[in-house]
């Protein structure tokens, strides 16, 4: 079991940043990755159609032998994580993106003030508030749903990614925050503008990227369970699918994964 690969989807091409920060950390381990591109962005979905999706993923994920399957997705976190998890029962391991950041929060910014950003659905879910209820940790959510199109359409580290991010940033409700989350895949990709924004300001926040805090909780429970892949000489051969292939979707995943890779069509319904 500790051979078979690990299975990671997003509604798009955005969750690639948590497949990056897989393969840094984790150079043994194969990846299957799935991009909904068919029917991206997820922010703006209900959460039936949601974890209609989903549902439909692990189907692809499973048939490829996946030990565990991470949802690098915040919205299909909040929307579908429960229903993935009972839903491929024992096949697989089922891990989101939501969970390891919270136990970060918790653990890192009790009695302090927290921003946190993401899609409309995230924010609108309520579901970090309810994690994060009696852990003493002033929170406070902003739906940024300009950042993860902007992104995808490659407007990063320029003057239009700098002035939608400062809009964003300068809201009154994150005035006092010490620590922003980034409760969304894509923006790891922006992280960088974000505390050049806050270091403009003479302000002391910390930024929290949410691949790397996932990559780390993937890496421990994979040791934890004894599913870690075993050093080969041989460099793994990941696999990356999208349900609606497009030329612009090929450029873009240099973006998010930092190489260039091939993407394979896989359409959910005929």
Known sequence: MSSAPIGV??????????????????????????????????GDKSAAAIQAYSVKICDVLLQHGCKVILIACNSASAAAFDLVKAYIGSKAHALNVIDPTVQLVRETYAGRHVGLIGTKQTVGSGVYDRRLDGANVDLVSLATPLLAPMIEDGFVDDAVSNQVIKAY???????????????????????????????????????????????RHVEAFLTLQGLAATASTAAPEHRFFVSDYTDGFEATTRLFFGQHVDLVPHVLWE
């Open 9 to 42: 989807f997003d509604s798009g091409i955005g969750g690639m940043t948590v497949a990056r920060a897989l393969t840094q950390r984790l150079p043994h381990e194969r990846l299957v990755y799935f991009g909904d591109t068919a029917h991206l962005p997820y």
């Open 169 to 215: 940033l300068d809201d009154p409700s994150l005035e006092r925050i010490e620590a922003l989350v980034l409760a969304c895949t894509h923006y790891p990709l922006i992280a960088p503008q974000m505390r050049a924004h806050y270091a403009a300001q003479a302000r002391a926040v910390d930024v929290l990227d949410s691949s790397d805090v996932v990559a």
